[in-house]
């Protein structure tokens, strides 16, 4: 069965400081990988996607995502942090037949001054 | 430009009295979804559409239903609404594998039953 696991359910770093979010994931087929941001009191953005091309993925607003087959992860990093990357991260799957979309439990991020 | 459109965007509405979410889509994609969030919980997926007039029920599906007569509009309906169906719901499209799958949601609908 597919899964995806969000270690960490509230991360906080200091403003400049390295940001990691970390997703693992279980899937019996070759997954479609994907990183959302919500912000408060707004809708999913799409952040990046692995879609089983680069496995380093670069994403909007500095993110990347790196594919590792070998570990089932699929970490989101950004190397400093800014005050407005304060919100919440979801790790989401799914695979090319679809029949469901698998959600993280989300990861909210918070930036100390 | 791909676009998931759910209306209404915010609604408090009383006990018991149907009403219905919408959810359409300009890009001809087969896969819709609703799904429903809640402090703590996460998104819970109520229901999905592989197709016209092909639907199911997700994890949450009590108190909701779907209906999929045509492709780009996938209604949810709350016949009978409660208290517990406050929540945050959005609506969700799957790519077909030559837009890479991508994950297209709706903005969210913001609902609240007194």
């Known amino acids: 069965a597919q899964s995806v696991t969000q270690l960490g359910s509230h991360v906080s770093v200091s403003e400049g400081a390295l940001v990691l979010l970390r997703c693992n994931y279980s899937?019996?087929?070759?997954?479609?990988l994907f990183w959302y941001v919500q912000y408060p009191n707004q809708g999913l953005q799409l952040l990046l996607k692995?879609?089983?091309?680069?496995?380093l993925v670069k994403g909007i607003n500095g993110f990347e995502a790196e594919f590792k087959k070998s570990e089932t992860s699929f970490h989101l990093t950004k190397p400093s942090a800014h005050m407005s990357d304060a919100a919440e991260y979801f790790c989401?799957?799914?695979?090319?037949?679809?029949?469901?979309?698998?959600f993280g439990s989300g990861t909210r991020l918070s930036i100390r001054p | 430009e791909a676009q998931v459109t759910q209306n209404p965007r915010y609604l408090i509405t009383v006990t018991g009295k149907k009403l219905t979410v919408t959810c359409s889509q300009n890009?001809?994609?087969?896969?819709m979804s609703w799904y429903r969030q809640d402090p703590g919980l996460g998104l819970r997926q109520i229901y999905y559409?592989?197709?016209?007039?092909?639907?199911d029920k997700g994890d949450v599906p009590e108190g909701y239903k779907v209906s999929r007569k045509e492709k780009r509009n996938f209604p949810l309906i709350l016949e009978s609404p409660s208290p517990n169906q406050t929540s945050l719901y959005f609506c969700?499209?799957?790519?077909?594998?030559?837009?890479?799958?991508?994950?297209?949601f709706g903005e969210g609908s913001w609902l609240t039953v007194v």
């Open positions: 989401v799957l799914s695979y090319s037949s679809a029949s469901k979309i698998i």
């Open positions: 899937s019996s087929v070759p997954p479609y």
């Open positions: 692995y879609t089983s091309a680069a496995t």
């Open positions: 890009m001809n994609h087969e896969y």
């Open positions: 559409s592989m197709n016209v007039e092909v639907t």
């Open positions: 969700a499209i799957v790519g077909q594998a030559y837009s890479g799958n991508t994950i297209y």
